[in-house]
Nanobody, 116 residues
Framework: QVQLVESGGGLVQPGGSLRLSCAAS????????MNWYRQAPGKERELVAT????????NYANSVKGRFTISRDNAKDTLYLQMNSLKPEDTAVYYC?????????WGQGTQVTVSS
């Protein structure tokens, strides 16, 4: 069965960096677009970044453009999100998402807290 396991979250000061990982299994990872979402307290879940199967095409939410980088290692079935210049408003639970019909698959999420 499909499994997505995120890691790499934590507490970081404003201006700091974190790298999130998502280990995928149960499907042919290299064939599919993958996404990172986040959900802050009291807010709806929002799309952060998307990457094409071979990694050549990426898209970002305006709020993270120029600070976050999505990437993947298809040999390791792993998705990454490099987050630089973190701001308090980046505080959220970050989720890996595999958009397969009918409803897709979510990881359990990893908490990122940006605070001094």
């Amino acid at each position: 069965q499909v499994q997505l396991v995120e890691s790499g979250g934590g507490l970081v000061q404003p201006g700091g960096s974190l790298r999130l990982s998502c280990a995928a299994s149960g499907f042919t990872f290299s064939l599919y677009y993958m996404n990172w979402y986040r959900q802050a307290p009291g807010k709806e879940r929002e799309l952060v970044a998307t990457i094409s199967p071979a990694g050549g095409t990426t898209n970002y939410a305006n709020s993270v453009k120029g600070r976050f980088t999505i990437s993947r290692d298809n040999a390791k079935d792993t998705l990454y999100l490099q987050m630089n210049s973190l701001k308090p408003e980046d505080t959220a639970v970050y989720y890996c998402y595999f958009p397969q019909d009918p409803s897709g698959f979510w990881g359990q999420g990893t908490q990122v807290t940006v605070s001094s």
